[in-house]
């Protein structure tokens, strides 16, 4: 733990009940905020060091709180799951050989690839295993079991789903379960080159224009196999890369596995085919009650994967936001006790912030990224969250996952030579007209202030985060 973790954690280690807030700061807070123009509802709040707050505007108003999800989710599997600094012993992919068919098997890792140049968490290591062991194989069949088949959750607008911020999840991942799509153009006039893996067909409907500005667009069809691309690109523009989202991964997964067999010399004699297990009432805790969820005995497998540390994983999802590995995060908190369901997640998420002292009233979530435009978070429910974590053995660890101002992540190009330059830690939140950045901040004075923003129902061409930006670098010069 480094000295500014120790210390962190030490200046948030005592919570004293909150003092008058400065009405003088709040006023002009209120200003900078009002800056953005009418229509967009604010939340904040700012406390010092000793838990007193500085700031309180709607503090205990619900706001869709987008990406802040994800401190929720990562919060609750650092309090749930244990160690994560080890390799990571129980999520790696496996194959086995049922019969004549090979089954690859997800068991929840985010990280596998399928890349032929892999060297970390590769595909090719079990293809190579299978290959050792038989020349001929039926079906090749992706496994993901393990979870329930619940690959979006509630609340996800439908229009995400062909994007790589909408993609499936599952227990069987690969390659972030997005498909490289690359659009090279033509001479004025002509239909652009598209080029990608044959999982997907393509409706090419791209023109090459003059100029160097390229403006290609993509939908899919939930659970569609045909890709249609629009749009135009300019003769002069580099070439569009683009990645789209996959709505079955373990099929995908199971796809790329038999190409990989191929090239190793194995006869693939069946289909590509896939095993769901479909979500039932026992995947529901409410339902269940206290019966345990049911876990048969696992097969013996051929070969099976050791990724990394879960903790690498989590720097990686918390930096640049990324969505996928977040839900895979919530459901693999959920097989702590649970089944894997989102619904035995939400339990996890809600002990640890009972745990924390947060009111039941300051929260309610449907999934694990922020892509549910049905999550709901207060303010004050966020920064109490964010107090206790300091105060927790792999607190300081957490906070070294968040976006520094300035620095990297999804703040790399926010707060880049102000007073919180080098000085903010905070996760970041955008999703259809809501805005939210929630962490801790050392003010002026050298101490260490913890927040919590929130913007929803921003109009139209309106630059909520910039007065949200411009409102905390204020407090931070104030105290």
């Given at each position: 733990m480094t000295k500014q973790a120790l210390a962190l954690v030490a200046a948030l280690a005592v919570a004293v009940p909150a003092a008058a807030q400065n009405k003088d700061l709040?006023?002009?807070?209120?200003?900078?905020?009002?800056?953005?123009?009418?229509?967009?509802?604010?939340?904040?709040?700012?406390?010092?060091?000793?838990?007193?707050?500085?700031?309180?505007?709607?503090?205990?108003?619900?706001?869709?709180?987008?990406?802040?999800?994800k401190m929720f989710t990562t919060a609750t599997a650092l309090d749930t799951m244990g160690d994560l600094t080890q390799p990571d012993?129980?999520?790696?992919?496996?194959?086995?050989?049922?019969?004549?068919?090979?089954?690859?098997?997800?068991?929840?890792?985010?990280?596998?690839?399928?890349?032929?140049?892999?060297t970390v968490d590769c595909l090719?290591?079990?293809?190579?295993?299978?290959?050792?062991?038989?020349?001929?194989?039926?079906?090749?069949?992706?496994?993901?079991?393990?979870?329930?088949?619940?690959?979006?959750?509630?609340?996800?607008?439908?229009?995400?789903?062909?994007?790589?911020?909408?993609?499936?999840?599952?227990?069987?991942?690969?390659?972030?379960?997005?498909?490289?799509?690359?659009?090279?153009?033509?001479?004025v006039g002509a239909v652009p080159k598209v080029e990608l893996p044959a999982y997907?067909?393509?409706?090419?409907?791209?023109?090459?224009?003059?100029?160097s500005k390229s403006a290609v667009e993509f939908d899919r069809a939930p659970n569609g196999y045909e890709l249609r691309l629009s749009g135009t690109i300019g003769a002069d523009a580099k070439p569009d890369k683009l990645r789209v989202g996959i709505d079955d991964p373990a099929r995908y997964a199971a796809w790329r596995f038999a190409q990989l067999l191929k090239a190793r010399g194995v006869r693939?004699?069946?289909?590509?085919?896939?095993?769901?297990?479909?979500?039932?009432?026992?995947?529901?805790?409410?339902?269940?009650?206290?019966?345990?969820?049911?876990?048969?005995?696992?097969?013996?497998?051929?070969?099976?994967?050791?990724?990394?540390?879960?903790?690498?994983?989590?720097?990686?999802?918390?930096?640049?936001?990324?969505?996928?590995?977040?839900?895979?995060?919530?459901?693999?908190s959920s097989l702590v006790a649970g089944s894997g369901?989102?619904?035995?997640?939400?339990?996890?998420?809600?002990?640890?912030?009972?745990?924390?002292?947060?009111?039941?009233?300051?929260f309610d979530f449907s999934d694990g990224s922020g892509m549910s435009s049905y999550n709901?978070?207060?303010?004050?429910?966020?920064?109490?969250?964010?107090?206790?974590i300091a105060t927790q053995p792999w607190g300081a660890a957490w906070r070294e996952t968040l976006p520094v101002g300035g620095v990297d992540g999804t703040l790399a190009k926010r707060f880049g030579g102000t007073l919180l330059d080098h000085k903010l830690f905070a996760k970041t939140g955008t999703l259809n007209a809501s805005a939210a950045l929630s962490g801790y901040m050392i003010a002026k004075s050298g101490r260490t202030l913890t927040f919590s923003t929130y913007?929803?129902?921003?109009?139209?061409?309106?630059?909520?985060?910039?007065?949200?930006d411009a409102a905390l670098e204020l407090i931070a010069a104030e105290n």
């Open positions: 709040t006023a002009r807070v209120e200003a900078a905020l009002a800056q953005a123009g009418p229509g967009t509802r604010f939340g904040i709040v700012v406390v010092d060091d000793q838990g007193r707050d500085v700031v309180a505007i709607n503090p205990d108003a619900r706001f869709i709180p987008a990406s802040n999800t012993t129980t999520g790696g992919a496996a194959v086995r050989l049922d019969g004549r068919d090979v089954v690859l098997i997800g068991n929840g890792d985010a990280r596998l690839s399928g890349a032929d140049d892999c090719t290591t079990l293809a190579d295993a299978v290959a050792k062991r038989t020349h001929v194989v039926g079906d090749v069949i992706g496994d993901d079991t393990l979870l329930p088949d619940e690959r979006w959750g509630p609340g996800m607008s439908w229009n995400n789903i062909p994007t790589r911020s909408g993609t499936g999840t599952s227990a069987l991942t690969m390659d972030d379960n997005e498909l490289p799509v690359t659009v090279t153009p033509g001479a997907y067909t393509v409706d090419n409907r791209l023109m090459t224009v003059a100029g693939v004699t069946g289909k590509v085919d896939v095993r769901h297990r479909p979500l039932m009432p026992s995947d529901d805790p409410a339902i269940r009650g206290n019966a345990p969820p049911a876990r048969p005995p696992l097969p013996p497998v051929l070969a099976k994967l050791t990724p990394p540390p879960l903790l690498d994983d989590m720097h990686l999802t918390m930096k640049v936001s990324q969505n996928l590995h977040a839900e895979l995060f919530l459901r693999r369901s989102i619904a035995d997640g939400q339990v996890a998420v809600r002990a640890m912030l009972a745990k924390a002292g947060v009111p039941r009233a300051a709901r978070v207060a303010p004050r429910g966020a920064v109490i969250m964010l107090r206790w913007a929803n129902d921003i109009p139209p061409g309106v630059e909520a985060t910039k007065a949200v």
